[in-house]
C-alpha cells in the first residue's frame, strides 16, 4: 500500500518542481508505475480487525455501540463550507467530499491511512479524483480474475441537507446504503495533526438505510480563519478525512 501514497505524493512534488499541471502530472506518474501495481489491493479488503484511532486525541470519543458493524472505511476529500454574509467571524454552513474506499490501507497499515488525508488534502480534488480512477484502473488490469476487481473506488458522496445535518450518501455508486445524521461528540484534531484541521467527531442516526454511526477522524485541513477579513459571502476550505461507517 505504501506504492499508493508514493504515487499520490510525486505529483505535489513534481507540480512544485516545474510548470506542469497536477492533473496531467499525476496521470503520467501513475502510468508510468503501472507495472509496479501488480500486487496492489486497493478496495474491499476484509474490516473484520478494523476500528477507528480514537485514543489519538487528548479526550477519546467514545467507542461503536456494540451491536454495530463496521461497514466502510473512506477517505473524504472535499471542502468545509463557511459564510461571512453579514458578520465579523465565519459561520459554518456545511461540508461536500467525495468518499474513496481505503479499506486495504485501514487494514494494511495505519500509518498509511493516517497519511492519506495529509496527502490529499494538498491535491486539488480533480487530481486525487484522476489518482483514485487511475491506479483502480490499473489495479483491475494486473488483478483480472480477482472477484473484487469490480468494486469501485468512489464509494459514496458527502453533503449537508441543512446547516444541522451531515449527509452521507452510497447509493449513486452501486449501494443500497444512506445515512442523514446528527452530531453526537466533537474532539478536538491531536497536535499532530495538520495546522488547522477541523475535529474529530461521532455522529449518530437521524434517517437513512444501513448506516447508523459515522466517525470523521484523521482530519486535514478544512478549518475557517479566525475572523472574515479578505472574505465576503461564501467560501470554501479544502479538507480531507477518514470517516468508519457502522451498521
Not at 39 to 48: A, D, E, H, K, P
Not at 93 to 108: Q, Y
Not at 151 to 161: K, L, S
Request: proline share 5%.
Amino acid at each position: 500500500m505504501k506504492m499508493l501514497l508514493n504515487l499520490l505524493i510525486l505529483p505535489i512534488l513534481l507540480a512544485g518542481a516545474a510548470p506542469i499541471s497536477p492533473v496531467l502530472a499525476d496521470t503520467l506518474t501513475l502510468f508510468s508505475s503501472s507495472q509496479k501495481l501488480s500486487n496492489l489491493n486497493i478496495t474491499s479488503c476484509s474490516l473484520n480487525n478494523v476500528s477507528p484511532p480514537l485514543n489519538k486525541t487528548t479526550i477519546a470519543l467514545s467507542a461503536p455501540e456494540t451491536n454495530g458493524t463496521l461497514q466502510y472505511v473512506a477517505l473524504g476529500r472535499g471542502t468545509q463550507n463557511y459564510s461571512c454574509a453579514g458578520a465579523t467571524t465565519p459561520s459554518a454552513i456545511g461540508a461536500t467530499a467525495t468518499l474513496f474506499d481505503v479499506s486495504c490501507a485501514a487494514a494494511a497499515d495505519s500509518n498509511l491511512l493516517a497519511e492519506l488525508p495529509v496527502v490529499a488534502a494538498k491535491m486539488p480534488l480533480d487530481a486525487a479524483v484522476l489518482a483514485a480512477l487511475t491506479v483502480k484502473r490499473l489495479t483491475d488490469s494486473v488483478l483480472a480474475g480477482n472477484n473484487d476487481q469490480n468494486n469501485e473506488i468512489i464509494v459514496g458522496q458527502h453533503f449537508f441537507v441543512d446547516a444541522t445535518t451531515p449527509t452521507f450518501d452510497f447509493r449513486p455508486f452501486g449501494n443500497q446504503q444512506w445515512i442523514e445524521s446528527q452530531k453526537l461528540e466533537s474532539v478536538s484534531a491531536p497536535g499532530s495533526a495538520v495546522e488547522g484541521s477541523v475535529a474529530w467527531l461521532k455522529l449518530g442516526y437521524k434517517d437513512g438505510l444501513g448506516i447508523h454511526q459515522v466517525y470523521r477522524v484523521l482530519t486535514a485541513g478544512g478549518s475557517a480563519p479566525a475572523t472574515c477579513d479578505g472574505h465576503k459571502g461564501t467560501f470554501e476550505v479544502d479538507y480531507a478525512a477518514v470517516y468508519y461507517f457502522y451498521t
